[in-house]
């Protein structure tokens, strides 16, 4: 053999290892949530795995978990036939219906006592996945039940979904949601809010949207899950029960849903469907109900499907707290990129222990499938923890001579702020205005500059920000010593036009414009001004990635704006970089390489960059924390949640702190959490902490493990 060859030879075994591995620890992290491994090391042999495939392309495989990173763009969505139709569920609100779904059963089989399986209904996106001797071909969406999308390369990237199993079989077909977790989808929308981005009305919605992304790329970037329930297609497999399914899915390394029951009769169902209600806060998913399925399988044949779904199985639907109010109007918000989002004023109203006088209506088009118009009375819902959203019109209830909702009409074709021309962006289905000079916009993207998640300016808030961006009136008390005290009126000019004007401000700038400044306040003292121009001052020595997050580029969140500076070391080599340079970076997209190249094209933008650099900001500071941690320190490799008010630091300091050590902080306490850490007044994170038995750090002793 010569050289060459024998060099892919060696090269073709390791990437099998590798390839093995990636998929284990991949199953043990996001399957069974008991990581062996830390991310670091992960990402090592995933990096390992990567370069031995751009070396020798020969070996690029489409079930390698390099692939999960997100391929190249495809041009569409071919369809694909379901071998088995993929059918819906008959489903009720009401325990009586289940009981007399029971009846019917019992009667078609005539017998006795039938046994069920109870499992959730997971609020999701309805996929079906072949496997072809253990290798995942096709991932496709269930379309009208007989025809769905090819979605294979999205699907790959869904870390959860196995791209191998251990099983010989020719064929087999395996059917369920992908969804996207609650904690990730309210980051999801939180993210998209700041960089001013239409926000996703529901998991489902967003989950839904991302599958049907043509960029991989964007979808891996989502952290999408999934939980298997079902089989499709089978040649070499057979399972007696559903119960049978579920533990033969999960043993072939599948998620499935944790909570699920077998059960006689249907008495005990429903018990179980009522355990399953309490204790839906387990499950990262959203549920709408609980599904009961017949457990034999022989005695679906028996039972048989309507044209629409099985006779063997039933949806029992959970309502979510709701409440009927009248829609007083529709205002329209404007934030930093100038996206329009309505928001509904309600006629204040209670609901789930609280009063709530607005909620969100999410973008024009949503508002247009649900026809919501002022004046309407409508249906508002809160489910857990999210914010109040519209769901429906009572459509009897509508008053006379309501208008459908028409966004640009409502605003008179301008901007509420502004007065500006709104536009409708395609992309983004939403309507935007177009003045940069917007007083919204440039209060939006000095909040966001200031923002705890970029530089951080302590006591930056929303009211100073407004007086100094804005002309401000003032009242001013001043003494002359001959005719006493004589107030005068004045309007200040605003200071603030951009985010690098904040480095010029000095504590009198912003003493004349304090809001509930007293009148007679001595200019002379400034406490609090003086305060917030050095918390501007430290802001210069941030990191990189804080800059980058602040600097408000379209599609950039705070997690890419860590990548950006750990990967590009200086804020002159991102703005020099080239999409084919940015392209090679982790997690960067088509899409968001325009963006950010762009941004940087665009002249404004760099005058402003070209002001922070001259007021001394600084460009380059990248701390490679993680790698400096040490690999015996206490926190490292470990997932950590904080809760509560610490006493020596602030949430983000000890963030920091954590991230320096190699701990990863997440948001939300699981399964999968290692530690939490408890300050004063800890709430539903320490009881749920505690609950799955997770060890709790005080502040006291987490003082002590930092030293
Ligand atoms: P529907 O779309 O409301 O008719 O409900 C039927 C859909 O519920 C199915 O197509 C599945 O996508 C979904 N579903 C969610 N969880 C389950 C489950 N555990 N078993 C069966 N179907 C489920
Ligand atoms: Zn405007």
Not at 448 to 461: C, Q, T
Not at 462 to 467: N, Q, T, V
């Amino acid at each position: 053999m010569d050289e060459a060859a024998q060099n892919l030879a060696e090269a073709r075994q390791r990437a099998e290892v590798l390839r093995g591995e990636l998929e284990r620890h991949n199953r043990l992290y996001y399957v069974e949530a008991r990581p062996e491994i830390s991310d670091r090391e992960f990402d090592r042999l995933m990096r390992e795995l990567q370069d031995l495939e751009a070396a020798h392309p020969e070996l690029a495989a489409p079930d390698s978990p390099t692939r999960r990173v997100g391929g190249a763009p495809i041009e569409g969505f071919q369809p694909v036939k379901h071998a088995v139709p993929m059918m819906s569920l008959d489903n009720t609100y009401s325990l009586e219906e289940i009981r007399e779904f029971d009846a019917r059963v019992r009667k078609a089989l005539g017998g006795g006592a039938v046994e069920y399986v109870i499992e959730p209904k997971v609020d999701g996106v309805s996929i079906s996945l072949r496997y072809e001797q253990g290798v995942l071909k096709v991932a496709a969406t269930r379309g009208d039940g007989k025809t769905g999308d090819d979605i294979t390369a999205n699907a790959r990237t869904i870390r959860s979904i196995p791209l191998r199993i251990p099983t010989v079989a020719p064929v087999l077909e395996v059917r369920g949601e992908a969804y996207l977790g609650k904690a990730a989808f309210e980051k999801l929308n939180r993210e998209r809010g700041k960089a001013g981005e239409p926000l996703f009305a529901n998991p489902r919605n967003a989950t839904a949207g991302s599958l049907k992304q043509l960029d991989p790329k964007v979808v891996a970037a989502r952290p999408l899950s999934a939980v298997l329930y079902a089989v499709g297609a089978l040649e070499g497999v057979e399972f007696e029960t559903q119960a049978d399914v579920l533990r033969g899915l999960q043993k072939l390394g599948f998620p499935v849903a944790k909570l699920w029951w077998e059960c006689r009769g249907i008495e005990e169902v429903i018990a179980r469907a009522q355990e399953l209600q309490r204790r839906e806060d387990e499950c990262d998913y959203e549920m709408d109900g609980a599904v009961v399925k017949v457990n034999r399988l022989v005695l679906w044949r028996q039972l048989g499907t309507t044209a629409k779904a099985p006779r063997f199985a039933m949806a029992y639907k959970y309502s979510h707290e709701q409440a009927q109010t009248v829609l007083k109007a529709i205002t329209l918000q404007v934030g930093r990129t100038g996206v329009l989002t309505p928001v509904a004023e309600l006629e204040p109203v209670e609901l789930a222990g609280s009063t709530i006088s607005r909620a969100t209506l999410h973008n024009e088009d949503e508002i247009r499938r649900k026809d919501i118009r002022v004046g309407d009375t409508v249906v508002i819902e809160k489910a857990g923890e999210v914010i109040p959203a519209v769901v429906e019109v009572v459509a009897d209830k509508r008053p006379r001579g309501a208008r459908p909702f028409d966004l640009r009409a409502h605003a008179g074709g301008m901007c509420p702020e502004c007065g500006g021309e709104i536009v409708r962006d395609p992309q983004a289905a939403a309507w935007r205005c177009e003045n940069m000079n917007c007083p919204a916009q440039i209060r939006g993207r000095i909040e966001h500059f200031a923002s705890r998640g970029a530089m951080n300016i302590d006591g930056f808030g929303e009211a100073i920000i407004e007086a100094l961006s804005s002309e401000t009136q003032v009242v001013d008390a001043t003494d002359d010593g001959l005719f006493g005290k004589t107030r005068v009126e004045k309007v200040l000019p605003p200071v603030v036009h951009d985010v690098a004007d904040l480095y010029a401000l000095t504590p009198e700038m912003i003493e004349l414009r304090r809001p509930n400044r007293a009148a007679t306040a001595k200019k002379a003292e400034m406490k609090l001004a003086g305060k917030l121009c050095a918390a501007i001052a430290v802001s210069k020595n941030n990191e990189l990635w804080r800059l980058i997050h602040g600097l408000g580029i379209p599609n950039v969140g705070e997690g890419l704006a860590r990548t950006l500076a750990l990967e590009l070391g200086s804020l002159d080599a991102l703005m020099a970089a080239d999409a084919e340079v940015l392209a090679k970076v982790r997690d960067v997209g088509e899409i968001v390489a325009q963006s950010i190249v762009e941004f940087f094209d665009n002249k404004r933008n760099l005058a402003v960059i070209e002001k922070l650099r001259i007021a001394g900001v600084r460009f380059n500071r990248v701390e490679r924390v993680a790698a400096g941690a040490s690999r015996d320190g206490f926190f490292f490799g470990k997932r950590v949640v904080i809760t509560g008010t610490l006493q020596k630091f602030t949430r983000e300091q000890a963030q920091e702190e954590l991230r320096k050590r190699g701990a990863a902080v997440a948001e939300t306490v699981g399964k999968t959490t290692h530690l939490l850490i408890a300050g004063a007044e800890a709430g539903s994170k320490l009881e749920k902490a505690q609950k799955l038995r997770i060890p709790v750090l005080d502040e006291a002793e987490f003082l002590r493990r930092l030293e």
